[in-house]
């Protein structure tokens, strides 16, 4: 896992791991903490979105909770 750079300050994602067609997003909160998103749930465009936004270190967070919402593969 790589550590969520978090220049927003205010996301509860705190790391992630990329894979060739996933990504894992560690929460701080939550009942469950991992939450792992592939090409086949949400999709591969929403997906390699998310890797951008984990890349660059914000808006993650608000992209999951607006646009991703429930849509994951597994969670943990």
Do not use: H
């Not at 790589?2 to 009942?31: C, D, P, W």
Request: charge should be positive.
């Amino acid at each position: 896992m790589i550590n969520y750079k978090n220049l927003g300050g205010n996301s509860n994602v705190i790391a992630y791991e990329i894979k060739e067609q996933s990504i894992t997003v560690q929460f701080a909160s939550g009942r469950y903490q991992f939450y792992l998103y592939d090409y086949s749930i949400p999709g591969i465009q929403i997906v390699e979105r998310m890797k951008e936004l984990a890349e660059q270190g914000r808006g993650l967070n608000s992209y999951i909770s607006t646009t991703v919402k429930t849509r994951f593969s597994r969670k943990w």
